[in-house]
């Protein structure tokens, strides 16, 4: 089946998984979303993935090269969500690539960013997580970036200082509360934004500090704004937020492939 071209349709938010292929989670249609459109984004939680990577004997060769830094993590809590981000992405891509799990090779962009290598090639992946929050995108038809942050934490804290002209600065303040968030969202999202990239291929967790509050209603309305924002043509990035858990923010961009 030929991929619906991306720009026809505003992604559908991440599905929920649970665990690993053969537990609870609807993997069949995030296979679905591939052959319909190119990609697919899907989320989980640490928790829910980490029975199966410590029961799971086979945990040396399928993070492969990624185990020396497994073992150099000095926390117990931190080698562990590494390794689940690893399982997360390697199942994701596996899915998109439709090959064995233990093929999938991982690497890291000059970007900060995870890359597929061996059968990978073609196939983008991306990776972004906060507090429990894990998500991975894959796409077949072209770039792929996410960023992940609570629903209450203002963007703004996590742009470096002085990032923003004043004069664009200014504009965002003028903002109503929700189309600003948005915006900023965005601007995070976008691999024209300012690095949050670690060494890991792992945007960094910048939400478990307070931020400011928005009400539940504020929160499904910036969602919404993002969920009907305009499809740039094929070649631009584009751009939608979801809103996941009731509690957390998700950007995604995507830049097609052009057409042939």
Do not use: N
């Amino acid at each position: 089946m030929t991929p619906a071209h991306p720009a026809a349709q505003a992604p559908a938010p991440p599905l929920h998984l649970q665990g690993p292929e053969g537990l609870e989670g609807p993997w069949d249609e995030a296979g679905d979303r591939l052959e319909d459109t190119g990609r697919a984004v899907v989320c989980t939680t640490w928790g829910q993935w980490l029975t199966a990577v410590l029961l799971d004997p086979g945990l040396r060769p399928l993070l492969g090269d990624d185990w020396p830094r497994f073992r150099r993590t000095p926390a117990a809590a931190g080698r562990l969500r590494f390794a689940v981000s690893r399982y997360v992405m390697k199942y994701a891509a596996a899915t998109a690539l439709d090959v064995p799990v233990h093929t999938v090779e991982l690497g890291v962009g000059p970007d900060g960013h995870p890359v597929l290598r061996g059968p990978g090639t073609g196939v983008e992946i991306a990776l972004a997580h906060t507090g429990e929050l894990i998500v991975v995108g894959v796409s077949r038809t072209g770039g792929i970036r996410l960023h992940a942050q609570p629903a209450d934490l203002d963007p703004r804290r996590l742009l470096p200082r002085g990032h923003l002209p004043a004069q664009e600065a200014a504009a965002l303040d003028a903002l109503p509360a929700t189309e600003r968030r948005t915006h900023l969202l965005r601007l995070l999202t976008l691999p024209t934004a300012p690095t949050t990239a670690t060494q890991d291929g792992a945007t960094q967790d910048g939400a478990t500090q307070d931020g400011a509050t928005q009400d539940g209603a504020a929160r499904d309305r910036a969602a919404r704004d993002g969920a009907v924002s305009a499809q740039e043509a094929a070649g631009e990035w584009s751009f939608t937020a979801h809103l996941v858990q009731d509690r957390y923010l998700v950007g995604e961009a995507h830049r097609p492939r052009p057409r042939p």
